[in-house]
């Protein structure tokens, strides 16, 4: 038993004793696998460093090699610009006339221009002055090419235009207008080239004169082309308009404008700019019309043919201020009326000399004839005259004074033709003068009839001038200068009034500085002479007929004035007693005497208005005012009558006067039995 127990113990030992070997070899094992990981990581650390060290080296080379391609990269730009040279030198000197037209020309001219602006941005780099030399030359000789090609291709399409002309003298079956189209088809054919190649011309001008004038060559030789081929034929057209005046000018003008419209289009067509080299173009041309009218208008000396030829001009001088945007062409726009402007302004200043001389021979010179005052009964007469006014001849009717119709006449054809301020210093003269004429004739008629026919005869024509001023937009207004001797006289008098101080020499320099004429500034309004003469005339023309109506009454008055109250009588001049009071009879009778006066003359007056004035609202304007002072006048013998009849120098009425009241009813109820 003791054994078995012992084996036991022994098997627990031997397996005991195994673990521990075990554990051992295991300790072992560990501390061995602990000496390779020692080395490991000791061979690790050093990897580590010499990978560091490798990275490092690595990145210092990727920096230097970024450095270096930066570098590359800059010297290959900036030597870009002067590697540049070679190839636009070779297109440039390349043999042939149509250089410019290669696709690769412009851009050559594009690379020039920022070539140029590097190698000025940049002249500190070697050798940049002579490139910039070099740039400049190869530029200079591509605007160059670019001049010698327009000129060169525009002259050869006129030279073909020209012989192709010449083919078809002989063919009347090629017609005007085919020819002048002829003038356009080819130019528009080339025209893009022409524009583009001009363009890069023209926007290099800005700061070059040598790129200016190979512009101007171009344009040059473009205007001497399209003259040479036109001029021809702009005066074989002339030649065939309309006789003389106003169909040579309307034909001219329409003829011209169609032409100068054609060039001003088919140059913007072709050039970018040059619109006052065009216009002097355009000038030339037109310079054609100009020679061949002026010596018609210089010859001319019917008023109404100058008056027809200015109305002409400025119509298409008008149309310049009213032309849209449709009738622009690339944001230019012809303006045509500056071209005939000179034309215009001859027509005007001949249309000017001869209305003076019609002003001074037919209105201020005018004498009258005795047919010139017979006056017309018939309304439809004077209604015609408003009609014929405008007709080319101003005496066609005589139902208005000759003078005042010759005014109207020529201010209807100066309106609108000649500039506003002459016109205005005309108009003022002749209404002026037609003014003085019409008071002149008033007083012939004055003489020759009487003074009511003379008043009426200035009514008449003041109000007629006057409505037909009216129309006319401009103020008749004349302003000028004159030498006022008022201070001088008012000096003279003072130093007359005190003639102790002649001799004293501070009276003489005061005469000397106080007494000097002066120039004042004097206005003449024509309108406003009018308005006065005729207010003038109307006050004197009421008062002629109202002291004419209560003549009776006058006389009346006049003789009641002459008596004493009762117990002051006393002889006349012959020794006779003054009677001391009048008597209802005398009274009666002045009352009768001023009703048929009144009504006689009223009558007489209304009939004179409608032989004149022929107006029945002038009528009633001129007779109200006479009606009213007619009654006035009664008023103040009514009213002294009455005074006088209670004691006074009138015997007691045994019936009582017309009344106020009864006397403008009588007036105007026979008034309206006249009315027409």
């Not at 004169?209 to 081929?229: C, N, W």
């Not at 970018?272 to 002097?280: I, K, N, R, T, V």
């Not at 008043?455 to 401009?474: C, D, R």
């Not at 006049?558 to 006779?576: A, F, H, Q, W, Y």
Request: charged fraction near 25%.
């Amino acid at each position: 038993m003791e054994k078995d127990q012992e084996d036991i113990y022994r098997n627990y030992l031997s397996v005991v004793v195994l673990y521990r070997e075990a554990c051992d070899n295991f300790l072992e094992d560990l501390h061995g696998t602990l000496g390779v990981f020692g080395e490991l990581g000791d061979e690790y650390a050093f990897v580590e460093q010499r990978t560091r060290a490798l990275q490092t080296t690595c990145e210092e080379l990727l920096q230097e090699q970024d450095r270096l391609t930066h570098l590359a990269d800059a010297l290959a730009e900036r030597l870009a610009y002067f590697n540049h040279l070679e190839p636009i030198a070779k297109l440039f000197n390349s043999p042939g006339d149509d250089i410019c037209l290669r696709p690769e020309f412009i851009g050559m001219l594009q690379t020039l221009d920022e070539c140029i602006e590097y190698m000025q941005q940049h002249v500190s780099y070697r050798d940049s002055e002579l490139y910039l030399m070099r740039f400049r030359q190869c530029m200079t000789r591509g605007m160059t090419l670019i001049k010698m090609y327009a000129v060169s291709t525009i002259k050869a399409v006129g030279y073909e235009i020209v012989y192709s002309l010449v083919q078809k003298t002989n063919d009347t079956s090629t017609n005007f207008g085919k020819q002048t189209n002829l003038f356009y088809v080819k130019f528009r054919a080339i025209a893009p080239t022409i524009k583009t190649l001009t363009g890069q011309l023209e926007k290099r001008c800005q700061g070059h004169k040598e790129y200016q004038a190979l512009y101007q060559d171009i344009l040059s030789a473009y205007f001497q082309t399209r003259q040479q081929l036109l001029s021809p034929v702009i005066s074989r057209k002339i030649q065939q308009l309309g006789p003389s005046g106003g169909e040579l000018a309307q034909n001219g003008c329409a003829y011209m404008m169609t032409l100068c419209s054609d060039e001003f289009n088919l140059f913007y067509n072709m050039f970018p700019s040059g619109e006052e080299d065009l216009y002097a173009y355009l000038d030339e041309l037109t310079s054609y019309l100009y020679d061949h009218l002026r010596p018609r208008i210089i010859h001319e000396n019917r008023i109404e043919t100058l008056s027809e030829l200015c109305g002409i001009f400025q119509v298409y001088i008008m149309q310049d201020d009213y032309q849209t945007g449709d009738e622009r062409e690339g944001g230019h726009r012809l303006m045509f009326g500056n071209l005939i402007r000179n034309v215009l302004e001859d027509a005007q200043g001949k249309l000017v000399f001869r209305a003076q001389s019609f002003i001074h021979q037919d209105i201020q010179s005018y004498h009258p004839k005795p047919e010139d005052f017979e006056l017309s009964k018939s309304i439809e007469a004077s209604l015609l005259q408003m009609s014929e006014l405008t007709d080319d001849t101003p005496h066609v009717t005589r139902r208005w004074y000759p003078a005042l119709q010759n005014t109207l006449w020529i201010l209807s054809k100066l309106y609108r033709c000649v500039q506003t301020g002459v016109f205005e210093d005309l108009a003022q003269e002749a209404v002026s003068l037609c003014s003085e004429s019409l008071k002149r004739a008033s007083d012939i008629i004055t003489n020759t009839k009487s003074a009511l026919d003379g008043q009426l005869f200035l009514i008449k024509h003041l109000l007629v001038l006057k409505e037909q001023l009216a129309p006319f937009e401009a103020e008749l207004v004349h302003t000028g200068k004159e030498l006022s001797f008022f201070p001088t006289t008012g000096a003279l008098s003072s130093l007359q009034q005190n003639r102790s101080f002649f001799f004293n020499p501070n009276t003489l320099i005061g005469l000397a500085q106080s007494g000097m004429p002066r120039i004042v500034e004097i206005s003449l309004d024509s309108r406003r002479e009018v308005n006065f003469k005729l207010k003038d005339v109307c006050e004197e023309f009421i008062t002629d007929c109202v002291s004419t109506a209560v003549d009776p009454l006058t006389v009346f008055m006049i003789k009641l004035s002459t008596m004493r109250p009762v117990g002051e009588s006393s002889p006349d001049e012959n020794g006779s007693p003054r009677a001391k009071t009048l008597s209802q009879e005398d009274v009666q009778s002045t009352v009768e005497q001023f009703k048929e006066s009144a009504e006689e003359r009223i009558r007489f007056v209304l009939r004179k208005l409608r032989e004149y004035v022929n107006d029945y609202k002038m009528e009633q304007i001129l007779i109200r005012p006479i009606e009213l002072n007619i009654l006035e006048n009664y008023k103040n013998f009514y009213h002294t009558v009455t005074t006088e009849s209670n004691g006074g120098k009138i015997s007691t009425l045994d019936e009582p006067l017309p009344s106020v009241e009864y006397m403008s009813m009588w007036i105007s109820q026979w008034k309206e039995e006249q009315s027409p």
